[in-house]
C-alpha cells in the first residue's frame, strides 16, 4: 500500500497534547474516512493494509494506540497484536471491527486488546474510545461488554473454539453472519466492501464445508452459535 498526497507522514511528530493514532484495516476507503473523521482530534502517524506492514510501521512509528481491525486476508487483528506485545507493550490496541461475534471480541480481548467497538460508531464516540484506551481504560461497545464479563468470569482459562466454525475463514464468517442477518448479496457485498461475485463464491463455500443446502440453514445454524 502506497501512501501519496495529504495522508500521514510515518515518523512524525504530533503536535504536544494529542494523542498518536495509526489505522490498520485492509480496506483504504474505511481508513480514509477514519482518518478523515479523526484528524482535528488525534494525530494519525500512520495506516497499513496487512499484518507485515502493520508490524514494521507500528515500530517504526511508536503509536499510543492502533486501531486495528479483526478480519484481514493474511491473518488479522489478532497476529498483529501477537506480534507487537512483547516488543512494543506499551502501545495499546483498540479493535475496530464490523464483527460484533463473541469469539472475535474474546479472541482479541485474550490476545491483548484493551478495548473492542464495532464499525457503527459514531466519530465523537470512537474519539472517547481511544483516548480512553491511551489512558488505560478498557472499552466496549455496551452489547460486547457481556461478551467478555460472561467468558473471563465463567471460564477464564477456556479457549474459544467451535470445529465446525473453525473450517471457515475470517471472511467466510463475516459473509455468513450478515447472510443470516438477513442481508441480500448485494448488500453483503457494499458492507464488506467485496463484488456480488466474491459474495456467492464464499456463500458456496460456507454451504460446502458446513454441508448444508440452502441460506435459511446456515441462518438457524449461525443463531445456534449466536454468531448473529
Do not use: C
Request: without cysteine.
Amino acid at each position: 500500500m502506497a501512501e501519496h498526497g495529504s495522508g500521514p507522514v510515518e515518523g512524525a511528530s504530533a503536535p504536544a497534547g494529542r494523542l498518536r493514532v495509526f489505522l490498520v484495516d485492509d480496506h483504504a476507503m474505511f481508513r480514509a474516512g477514519v482518518r478523515s473523521e479523526l484528524g482535528g482530534h488525534v494525530e494519525v502517524v500512520g495506516e497499513a493494509s496487512t499484518v507485515a506492514e502493520a508490524v514494521s510501521r507500528i515500530a517504526a512509528t511508536g503509536p499510543d494506540v492502533v486501531l486495528l481491525d479483526v478480519h484481514m486476508p493474511d491473518g488479522g487483528g489478532r497476529a498483529v497484536l501477537e506480534a507487537m506485545r512483547r516488543t512494543h507493550p506499551q502501545v495499546r490496541f483498540l479493535a475496530l471491527s464490523v464483527s460484533d461475534a463473541a469469539e472475535d471480541v474474546i479472541g482479541l480481548i485474550r490476545a491483548g486488546a484493551r478495548g473492542y467497538v464495532t464499525k457503527t460508531i459514531s466519530p465523537d464516540e470512537l474519539t472517547d474510545a481511544i483516548r480512553r484506551v491511551a489512558d488505560g481504560d478498557a472499552v466496549f461497545s455496551a452489547r460486547l461488554a457481556g461478551f467478555v464479563l460472561d467468558a473471563f468470569a465463567a471460564r477464564p482459562d477456556a479457549p474459544v473454539a467451535d470445529p465446525e466454525l473453525d473450517q471457515l475463514t475470517n471472511r467466510e464468517r463475516e459473509v455468513l453472519r450478515l447472510l443470516a442477518r438477513g442481508y441480500a448479496y448485494k448488500e453483503i457485498a457494499k458492507e464488506l466492501f467485496i463484488s456480488i461475485k466474491t459474495v456467492e463464491t464464499h456463500v458456496s463455500n460456507v454451504l460446502r464445508k458446513l454441508q448444508m443446502s440452502n441460506r435459511y440453514e446456515l441462518s438457524r445454524w449461525a443463531a445456534d452459535r449466536r454468531l448473529v
